[in-house]
């Protein structure tokens, strides 16, 4: 079983519409969970970070995470044609280890 | 600017060579990490250091080495010992006690000709 698990895609999506990312972790005592985007040939860039149950908003991502569930997802609102990228998350349970999924690929269609 | 630079952003390398990948940093940070990341793979974490003049091997360290003798510097060598090179390669790094907030550079796109 994977650590972190993420479906591949590509998620395609109309261009202004919302875009929804799951990942689960298998890692009860994970504590802080993150998001990062990658385009093609860049290297990954933070873009949310979140460390207790619930919503966290910023601009137009949110981020959600369920403990209890093991799951984190992250919403994209009024996607746009930049947001065409990888997604990767990424899970930490301490000891300055980060376990990252394999991404999952998004395409906004204009 | 703060930030984080490696360099080269290009390397290609003839088999049964040593190179060393450079990766700086001015933000500050305690800890610093080298990934390696293949095509539909995850990143797979080499060596991290926490510390100057400490560092520990991460899941796929068979075929590289580290050294970390000042605090905004982490070079990685990829050895003729690594089967497999070919990959970008990523350095981040980390305030400590932050989470594990950890921050990337451009990356190394290694090639083994």
């Known amino acids: 079983q994977k650590e972190v698990e993420q479906n591949s895609g590509p998620l395609s999506v109309p261009e202004g519409a919302i875009a929804s990312l799951n990942c689960t972790y298998s890692d009860r005592g994970s504590q802080s969970f993150f998001w990062y985007r990658q385009y093609s040939g860049k290297s990954p860039e933070l873009i949310m970070s979140?460390?207790?149950?619930g919503d966290k908003e910023d601009g137009r991502f949110t981020a959600q995470l369920n403990k209890a569930s093991q799951y984190v997802s992250l919403l994209i609102r009024d996607s746009q044609p930049s947001d065409s990228a990888t997604y990767l998350c990424?899970?930490?349970?301490?000891?300055?280890?980060?376990?990252f999924g394999t991404g999952t690929k998004l395409q906004v269609i204009p | 600017d703060g930030g984080i630079t490696q360099s080269p952003k290009y390397l290609f390398r003839k088999e049964g060579q040593n190179v060393t990948l450079s990766c700086e940093q001015n933000l500050n940070h305690d800890a610093m990490y080298w990934y390696r990341q293949d095509p539909g793979q995850g990143l797979r974490l080499i060596y991290y250091s926490q510390i100057v003049n400490d560092f520990q091997k991460g899941d796929i360290a068979e075929g590289y080495s580290v050294s970390r003798e000042k605090k905004e510097s982490f070079p990685l060598t990829v050895t003729s010992a690594q089967k497999n090179p070919t990959a970008f390669y990523l350095c981040a790094s980390s305030r400590q006690g932050d989470h594990n907030e950890q921050f990337f550079g451009p990356g190394t796109r290694l090639t083994v000709l």
């Open positions: 990424a899970v930490s349970g301490g000891y300055q280890k980060v376990t």
């Open positions: 979140i460390y207790s149950n």
